[in-house]
């Protein structure tokens, strides 16, 4: 550790605009949204909730899934360096790595609301020991990722990048997050009574869409602190952004299409009783705008060298890429409980669910959360730092 | 509660266990896994005292036997009870709420006094609390004012759901001598009085059938939803285990005009146009006859043996000899012999094969029975209807058969202390010299063969025809939302002084003046005879499970208390009649020497088994032959007039297929339904007058999560309200979808019903089994008041848009025979 | 080793739904918390058209998804046979629910069905109970860490098999009969409830039960078998051909 110079831990960086405006809008996010969903549930309860029986699951379970897909995604992309050793990516490994335990600290505190008794996990979970449990595994290693990723941030950010015990926390991270997402794979793959989820792939499935909400995430940060643009990125960043992010991205972007027009394909071919959804996904405009406003355009953007050479066209395909996937994971938890387990009369077509104000105020608060906790990192915690230049704040300085 | 404490105190299962203490409690626990906690050797610890209190559930008509469960001063429980011969220990699902209606938020928490002089749907009545004393010396006083100028007569006392001498019995006695003809009016004419006059018309007893279903082979059931309300509902569920199970399974054909759950279980559902059961009932008369089908030591044959039934053709009425039919061969010359099953194919819509099949099942099988109710007689021509349906029990030979129908007799019940005669005053007899019409004109030249009249009364009241009543008082019975002309009924409540004596808020009480809430049924004393059920005599007892939970006094108590407070004599009865409690032990007398089969022989006895019976039924036909019990068998056989006296109580002492009952009144019968006078006695078909106008078939049947004004703000009821399936928390019109789609209404659509009288709105639910040419909208929800829970369940009343034509013989209110227009709304 | 199952015989049965209220009367349940509920089905067109249903109780699997889900373990297995929840270990995650192929558990924070809500209008003074409705079951038969009694709040509940009645038979009882007055209030309630006699419970393990006797005699069948669930609740078809589906209507649905 001792090897490279050390920082002050807490660098104050002059940061742009938006940065600020992350942590105000963010901070005013957390307060208005956690004190609305507070009130709502102390003076309500749950049933403020738009869930029913047939639809147990909603959109905070969908925000929870999204956040904490993303956080895998971004272990991915920061492993890329730190695991992998492809050194390119090092210039985004740090923020990488803060926007991961940001992100997944949104997605927790989001279900830490949506559960009933969120207390009771602290010791309930312990002694109850369900190894059959998938949630029960993918709470395990999501806690042990969000210890690990905080303790490789600390290492990173006391600029040890990569000494074993530094590298040992990478894997450990690395191999944990994807033991995690795989148990939230097998979280709905496994329901072999609910068609839509039930598939031994879904965790390939969640690994391809969490690298891709990963990389989309890494390009979208990373534009928004260097001024959207990338003029103002280091030499080393922009080479990374403009040669190699884009094929990446694009990679990703093409697999996950690849696997999206296969689960569709097959649901909407297949006669199987439960998988009728997939033809109400046809009927949906928001199906529409997530595969082709979402997936597909990005992808031909990052196809075409001319746009994606074009300013700020990067930043594009990320945000319509997380859009796209916000959509994705909405569709994918709610659409498993929509055909109801037992459809009679007074259940006929499909379940209904709207979600209500408090669940859209948890949206908010994750999206408050990320954006604060992500501009206060930037702030503070050098997020541009890489191996070789030491620590950012001094960079940015130049 | 009653002055003594009668409450049979079983120890549940709870107990047991206390008794042995908890290290034995644990040994008789099967062992598990559970992980022993506080809570559980807490709950070892408390061992609280359970009660039961025998008890009749009170939501329908049934006469359900129950068993109230009461721990901590609190009822939580109710099941059927074992040894009651209509529970045997089962209820219908109605049944076990029973608690919740004690324990409904929205009671009346005492009497009330209104403060808000207008009336209206929207008009808060400003109900302020009032004392009992107050209750009654107003009502009391407004009673003796109308005496006092000699208009008695305009005070009426209406009532539905009556279950006894300790309340409905009241009623006679206190018109009697208060001087008023209305005290005691029935809301049977939008009941079922139309199945009882065809009965009465045929076989001479104006009542409901007792029948013997577990026996039967054959059932053919017109309309009567056996498994949805039909009396006694739980009993018809419990044997419909049973027929359909034992051996040789009994066949069941449902005719009805939707897919029911009793069409759906049975064996066939016949889907008929309303009101045209008649037809198919003739029709299966007629291939029952010119088959040869027909039960020949009952009905009697040919003499030569050589059946001459021959469509179309005539016969010589001597060439029959009749044993225990009247008028056969008229029938069939008048009647049956053109009535095909081709020709009431067109009539019904039900295919020609089926008819005949029906046809030929229903005669081969012995015992069979043709069973009916509101369905086919909620017409304008309900009663020949109902007539046709009747006499297919007479050609199978299933009248006071096994497997077949017989009438129900009554409990032998103890007299009243106080003798009404020797209470009259003079304004009474007055009263009763001068013959004031009643009120709903029953017994008039308008309704000369009524029962009652109900659905006719806020005309009367609003033309002032044949007078204006003063003060009206409603017990169980709420016709501003049940009966017909409902919006008549708001503007004739607006003239009148109305008192309620619901435990709840309902429609009636948002107009009433002043309320003296009752008692709930768990809170009180009351007898209640059965319904027909089996023949044999049954009587129940409610004794009260808790002490009133609210300033409330049982409505038998309430008129009693009235009657104290009017000058005069009759204030004297009344004080020796004291109480319901009294009259009940005076009622229970009568089994002293008349002791039940469970040993109940007085009112001890009666209040710890909660039901007096004594089996078996006496009269019993066999192969054309009556018998009579001679307490081991059925071995005294009976002449003639022994069958005239105790089973078919016509002219006759037969089953009358030319009724002697209709061509008495053949005069008024041609005037107002165009029979031919000579042709009235026999059962008939003549076409149904479709009412309201519009294009669609509209049905408000019962459902069985539902019953009558009781169960509309109970929330796990509505919670779990189906309408014939589907529903939960509402009920759906439930419609055609090719109809639907034909006017744009897609499925959960708002749509507008409308007839002549007006439009309501509800929800569409597209039900592919309808008829395309009838809709359907279960009957009970529509409230506007009644409860927090009962209101505002997106469907409008059905009785704001049904025209108030009722059936001329009965006086059946003609609830099915309205059309609809159906659009969206 | 008692393992409590269910019989019932659907050409029995007349959808009366006697089960689910006398379900919610005995344990307390909330208006839409139909632990036992009963579901309808239409099919075909008038004049041929067929109405059907099915009674549908938790099913009390042998190999219980519900139960393989719980990563708390407050759902579990007794020994003899019945599945419920440890309402004071619950964390309300509602996995469970998702896991239950048969749609038999029940969040009790849910927006009720049948407005206005029963939970305000019966308000338990107790912070931790959903309601107090005066009629609920008396506290002395109480057990959280079965899932009986009233409900606390943020927890699943589900049908228990009447666990606080059934749990009291004497050791070895093969047969809970509600006809015989000996055992009628050892037998869950539904079971006594229905009118036509058409569920029966005991001992699935002893042969020579009734229930046992039942499933062998009249080729008792499970529902949605092919999930491996193995319920120890089953239904005789008679002459229907086949247990109703559970998802028809695809049509209406698209
Ligand atoms: N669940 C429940 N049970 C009850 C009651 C209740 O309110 N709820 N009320 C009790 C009372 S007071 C009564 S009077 C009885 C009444 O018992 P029922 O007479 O059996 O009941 P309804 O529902 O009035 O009518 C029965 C059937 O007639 C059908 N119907 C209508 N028109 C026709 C027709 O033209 N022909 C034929 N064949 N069928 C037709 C309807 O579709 C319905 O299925 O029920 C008693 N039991
Ligand atoms: N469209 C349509 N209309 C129908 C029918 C139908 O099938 N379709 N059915 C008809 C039939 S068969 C009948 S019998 C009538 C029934 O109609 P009603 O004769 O009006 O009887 P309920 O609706 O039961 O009304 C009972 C009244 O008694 C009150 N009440 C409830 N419990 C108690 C109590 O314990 N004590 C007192 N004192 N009052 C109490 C209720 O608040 C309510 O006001 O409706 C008829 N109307
Ligand atoms: S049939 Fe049902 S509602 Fe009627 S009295 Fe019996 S249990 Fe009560
Ligand atoms: S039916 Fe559902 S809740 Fe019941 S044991 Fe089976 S999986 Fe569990
Ligand atoms: S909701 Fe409760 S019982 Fe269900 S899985 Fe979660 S912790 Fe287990
Ligand atoms: S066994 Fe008990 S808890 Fe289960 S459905 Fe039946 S009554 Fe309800
Ligand atoms: S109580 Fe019995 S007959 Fe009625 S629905 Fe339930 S199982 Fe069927
Ligand atoms: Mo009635």
């Avoid at chain 1, 999501?142 to 290492?155: D, E």
């Avoid at chain 2, 209709?662 to 479709?690: C, N």
């Avoid at chain 3, 309601?131 to 009986?148: H, K, S, T």
């Amino acid at each position: 550790m001792s090897d490279y110079p050390r920082a002050e831990f807490f660098a104050l960086r002059p940061v742009g605009g938006i940065s600020l405006a992350m942590v105000g809008l963010g901070a005013a996010g957390i307060v208005v949204s956690s004190a609305v969903v507070l009130f709502n549930l102390v003076t309500e309860g749950h049933s403020v909730f738009g869930t029913s029986n047939d639809i147990p699951w909603g959109l905070p379970i969908a925000t929870y899934v999204f956040f904490v897909l993303t956080s895998t995604g971004l272990t991915f992309v920061a492993s890329l360096a730190m695991v992998f050793g492809f050194k390119p990516f090092y210039p985004i490994t740090k923020r990488c790595i803060w926007l991961a335990v940001v992100t997944l600290i949104a997605g927790f505190s989001v279900l830490a609301f949506e559960i009933g008794h969120p207390f009771r996990m602290i010791w309930a979970f312990p002694t109850g020991l369900q190894a059959r449990s998938p949630m029960f595994w993918m709470g395990l290693f999501y806690s042990l990722y969000l210890v690990l990723l905080l303790l490789k941030f600390l290492t990173v950010h006391l600029g040890d990048w990569d000494s074993p015990v530094s590298r040992g926390l990478g894997v450990a991270s690395f191999v944990t997050v994807v033991l995690a997402h795989g148990n939230l794979g097998a979280l709905f793959g496994m329901m072999a009574m609910r068609p839509f989820w039930y598939d031994g792939l879904t965790a390939v499935y969640f690994l391809v869409t969490a690298a891709l909400s990963g990389v989309a995430f890494a390009v979208l940060f990373t534009y928004l602190s260097n001024g959207v643009s990338r003029q103002q990125m280091p030499e080393n960043l922009r080479s990374l952004m403009t040669n190699i992010m884009p094929g990446l991205f694009a990679a990703v972007l093409g697999v996950t299409i690849v696997f999206m027009g296969a689960r569709i394909m097959n649901g909407l071919w297949s006669n199987l009783e439960g998988l009728e959804t997939f033809y109400l996904l046809l009927s949906s405009p928001w199906f529409h705008l997530e595969i082709w406003v979402g997936l597909v355009l990005p992808f031909f953007i990052l196809l075409s060298p001319k746009l994606r050479g074009r300013r700020g066209m990067l930043l594009l395909p990320a945000a319509l890429v997380i859009l796209a996937l916000f959509i994705g994971r909405y569709e994918y938890v709610i659409g498993g409980q929509l055909v109801p387990l037992f459809r009679g009369i007074a259940q006929s077509g499909f379940a209904q669910y709207t979600p209500s104000f408090t669940e859209w105020m948890l949206v908010v608060l994750g999206v408050a959360i990320t954006s604060f906790l992500y501009g206060a990192g930037e702030w503070l915690l050098r997020l541009a730092d890489t191996p070789a230049k030491g620590h950012g704040a001094l960079q940015a300085a130049e | 509660m009653g002055k003594i404490d009668l409450m049979t105190s079983r120890r549940r299962f709870l107990q047991a266990t206390a008794v042995t203490g908890a290290a034995a409690a644990v040994g008789t626990v099967v062992s598990e896994t559970v992980r022993p906690t506080p809570s559980e050797a807490l709950a070892q610890v408390a061992k609280p005292e359970t009660k039961i209190t025998k008890n009749t559930c009170h939501q329908c008509p049934a006469r359900c036997g129950i068993d109230v469960y009461v721990t901590d001063g609190k009822v939580h429980a109710m099941y059927g009870d074992l040894d009651h011969p209509i529970s045997n220990g089962k209820l219908c699902p109605k049944g076990y709420m029973g608690a919740y209606i004690l324990y409904d938020p929205d009671r009346f928490p005492g009497p009330m006094k209104r403060t808000n002089p207008n009336k209206g749907r929207n008009e808060d009545p400003k109900f302020v609390p009032i004392t009992w004393d107050e209750a009654l010396d107003t009502i009391a006083g407004r009673l003796n004012a109308l005496r006092e100028k000699g208009e008695p007569h305009r005070f009426a006392l209406v009532y539905g759901r009556g279950w006894g001498a300790s309340d409905a019995g009241l009623m006679r006695p206190f018109g009697a001598l208060y001087g008023s003809p209305n005290v005691g009016l029935g809301h049977s004419s939008i009941c079922s009085d139309g199945s009882k006059k065809a009965k009465k018309a045929l076989d001479g007893n104006e009542d409901y059938n007792a029948y013997d279903y577990g026996n039967t082979n054959y059932m053919l059931n017109f309309g009567a939803s056996f498994l949805e309300a039909f009396r006694p509902l739980n009993y018809n569920l419990q044997v419909w285990g049973h027929i359909r199970t034992k051996s040789p399974k009994t066949m069941v054909t449902v005719v009805d005009v939707r897919l029911t759950t009793t069409g759906a279980a049975a064996d066939r559902n016949l889907i008929v146009r309303p009101g045209t059961d008649g037809a198919l009932a003739l029709a299966i008369a007629h291939v029952i006859l010119t088959e040869g089908l027909w039960e020949k030591k009952f009905v009697g044959d040919f003499i030569d043996g050589v059946n001459r039934f021959k469509t179309g053709e005539t016969i010589y009425p001597a060439s029959f000899t009749e044993r225990w039919t009247l008028g056969l061969i008229e029938w069939w010359n008048a009647e049956v012999k053109d009535r095909t099953p081709e020709w009431a194919s067109t009539i019904t819509t039900v295919p020609v094969q089926d008819i005949v099949k029906v046809a030929r099942e229903f005669g081969t099988t012995r015992p069979a029975m043709a069973i009916f109710e509101r369905g086919p007689t909620t017409h304008t021509n309900g009663v020949y209807n109902g007539m046709a349906i009747h006499s297919l029990n007479a050609l199978v030979g299933s009248m006071y058969a096994e497997g077949g129908l017989m009438n129900q007799m009554s409990a032998p019940y103890g007299s009243l202390p106080v003798e009404v005669d020797a209470y009259l005053d003079d304004i009474a007899k007055a009263e009763a010299e001068k013959k004031m019409p009643r009120f709903d004109k029953v017994g008039s030249k308008d309704w000369p063969m009524a029962k009652a009249m109900i659905q006719e009364m806020p005309l009367h009241q609003l033309k002032g025809d044949p007078y204006k009543l003063d003060t009206i008082m409603f017990y169980m019975t709420n016709p501003i939302f049940s009966a017909l002309d409902v919006k008549a009924w708001e503007e004739a409540l607006k003239t009148l002084f109305v008192i309620d004596t619901s435990p709840f808020p309902g429609e009636t009480a948002m107009f009433a003046d002043i309320v003296v809430p009752d008692h709930t049924y768990l809170e009180r004393w009351q007898d209640a005879p059965t319904y027909p059920f089996q023949g044999w005599p049954l009587t129940n007892l409610r004794v009260p499970a808790v002490e009133p939970i609210h300033d409330t006094k049982a409505f038998g108590d309430t008129l009693i208390e009235i009657g104290k407070r009017i000058k005069g004599p009759m204030g004297e009865y009344y004080e020796k009649l004291e109480g319901v409690e009294n009259v009940i032990r005076h009622l229970a007398k009568g089994f002293e020497t008349n002791p039940g089969d469970n040993g109940v022989n007085g009112f001890e006895s009666w209040a710890e088994k909660g039901v007096w019976y004594k089996k078996p039924y006496l009269w019993r036909q066999v192969g054309g032959e009556f018998f009579e019990w001679d307490g081991m068998g059925y071995n005294k056989p009976m002449a003639a007039e022994d069958v005239q006296k105790n089973c078919f109580k016509t002219p006759s002492g037969k089953f009358e297929l030319k009724s002697s009952y209709l061509e008495a009144k053949a005069e008024f019968i041609s005037e107002k339904l165009g029979v031919a006078a000579d042709r009235v006695g026999f059962p008939q078909w003549i076409e149904p007058k479709y009412t309201g106008g519009g294009d669609l078939h509209f049905v408000t049947p019962k459902t069985v999560m539902h019953a009558e004004g009781r169960s509309a703000n109970l929330p796990q009821a509505v919670a779990l309200y189906q309408a014939v399936a589907g529903g939960r928390n509402r009920t759906y019109l439930e419609i055609h979808p090719a109809t639907a789609r034909k006017r744009g209404i897609k499925d959960g659509d708002k749509v507008k019903i409308t007839s002549d009288r007006g439009s309501i709105e509800a929800l569409a639910r597209y039900i592919s089994t309808s008829h395309p040419e009838i809709v359907v909208l279960p009957f009970g929800f529509g409230h506007w008041a009644h409860g927090r829970w009962a209101k505002g369940r997106m469907s409008g009343n059905a009785n704001e848009i049904i025209p108030n034509v009722s059936d001329p013989i009965a006086g059946l209110a003609a609830f099915n025979t309205v059309k609809v227009k159906v659009e969206r709304a | 080793m008692t393992r409590w199952g269910m019989v019932i015989d659907l050409e029995k049965c007349t959808g009366c739904q006697a089960c689910s209220t006398a379900c919610a009367m005995e344990n307390s349940l909330l208006p839409g918390e139909n632990w036992q509920d009963v579901v309808f089905y239409v099919e075909g067109e008038y004049p041929s058209g067929s109405l059907h249903w099915l009674p549908r109780p938790c099913m009390q699997c042998e190999n219980p998804s519900c139960v393989a889900v719980c990563p708390v373990e407050a759902t579990y297995k007794t020994e003899d046979g019945v599945v419920l929840i440890d309402w004071d270990r619950c964390i309300g995650c509602r996995y469970c629910m998702i896991a239950c192929p048969y749609g038999v558990r029940f969040y009790v924070e849910q927006v009720q069905l049948t407005q206005p809500d029963t939970r305000k209008v019966f308000a338990s003074g107790d912070d931790d109970k959903v309601w107090a409705p005066p009629y609920q079951m008396p506290e002395a038969q109480w057990n959280p860490n079965r899932g009986v009694g009233a409900a606390p709040k943020n927890v699943v509940s589900k049908c228990t098999f009447c666990y606080h009645r059934i749990s009291q038979a004497p050791k070895g009882t093969v047969d809970l009969d509600p006809s015989d007055p000996e055992t009628r209030d050892f037998t869950p309630a539904c079971v006594v409830a229905c009118p036509p006699t058409a569920r029966y419970f005991g001992d699935l393990d002893n042969p020579a039960s009734q229930v046992s006797k039942l499933i062998a005699d009249k080729h008792g069948m499970r529902l949605l078998d092919q999930l491996g669930n193995r319920p120890q609740v089953y239904y005789l078809a008679g002459k229907a051909s086949g247990i109703p589906g559970t998802r028809k209507e695809r049509q209406q649905a698209v």
